[in-house]
Nanobody, 117 residues
Framework: QVTLVESGGGLVQPGGSLRLSCVAS????????MSWHRQAPGKERELVAS????????NYGDSVKGRFTISRDNAKNMVYLQMNSLKPEDTAVYYC??????????WGQGTQVTVSS
């Protein structure tokens, strides 16, 4: 059974930081590109960041470049999203995903991030 479980979300003030984690099981984690996506109320889900299977290359959405960092630990089947300089517009449910042929194939259940004073 494939599972992706996110954690680390919560309420943070503007300018603050959070680190999201996602633990994967049930598939060959080290062979998959992994990604983080987010969905704000009334908006479509959007790609935040992705990282190739070996971790040597990353990609970011324009709105988070320079503030967020994606990383992974294949020995632990974990992928992380370090979020710094958070803004109210970063408020969303954040999802971890495993990609197949360039598209999300497995999804986590999501973790809420709220940026507010």
């Amino acid at each position: 059974q494939v599972t992706l479980v996110e954690s680390g979300g919560g309420l943070v003030q503007p300018g603050g930081s959070l680190r999201l984690s996602c633990v994967a099981s049930g598939f060959t984690f080290s062979s998959h590109v992994m990604s983080w996506h987010r969905q704000a109320p009334g908006k479509e889900r959007e790609l935040v960041a992705s990282i190739v299977s070996g971790g040597g290359s990353t990609n970011y959405g324009d709105s988070v470049k320079g503030r967020f960092t994606i990383s992974r630990d294949n020995a632990k089947n974990m992928v992380y999203l370090q979020m710094n300089s958070l803004k109210p517009e970063d408020t969303a449910v954040y999802y971890c995903a495993a990609l197949r042929y360039g598209s999300p194939h497995y999804w986590g259940q999501g973790t809420q991030v709220t940026v507010s004073s």
